[in-house]
């Protein structure tokens, strides 16, 4: 069997999950979160075509990070994706970190991936990133947007 890791050039596993909360409840999910052990470890409003609020919690001591994201506007893509479910939040997107986004971006292109972002972009806390399409191809269909995320070079 094939790793990941060679179907996508960089991949270094999974970055974190965003779970999309509705406007006003987010401080309701750090807090729950935090009586679950989770530490709040960035916090930003994302503007641009994003238009939401991240908070960033780290499960434990390990890698693992989840995303909230509270949509600022009706214009943001998380609150058009929760009116599409009936307001409710829930999962956003899962996100794989890579070493390299033009080069995942590029192999992804390739392969045909229905990719949202024209080019990789700057994200929140410093990241390069880019959107891969929750239909992907006319073959695959993964349910769920997939982020691809490039850590900052000093971050990594």
């Known amino acids: 069997m094939r790793s990941l890791a060679a179907e996508l050039p960089g991949v270094l596993g999974v970055d974190h999950v965003a779970v999309a909360v509705r406007r006003g409840d987010l401080e309701t999910h750090v807090a729950a979160y935090a009586l679950l052990g989770f530490t709040e470890i960035h916090r930003e409003d994302v503007l641009g075509t994003d238009q939401v609020r991240e908070v ?85 269909a993964f349910g769920y947007l997939l982020e691809v995320v490039e850590l900052p070079a000093n971050n990594g």
Not at 88 to 115: M, Y
Request: hydrophobic letters at 45%.
């Open 56 to 140: 960033l919690l780290r499960i434990g001591d390990g890698p693992h990070l989840l995303q909230l994201l509270e949509p600022l506007s009706d214009a943001s893509p998380v609150a058009r994706q929760m009116a599409r479910n009936d307001g409710r939040g829930g999962l956003a997107h899962v996100a794989l970190r890579v070493a390299d986004a033009q080069a995942a971006f590029d192999d992804l292109a390739a392969k045909g991936f229905a990719i949202i972002d024209a080019a990789p972009r700057p994200g929140s806390r410093g990241t390069t990133v880019f959107f891969v399409h929750p239909k992907s191809r006319g073959d695959v």
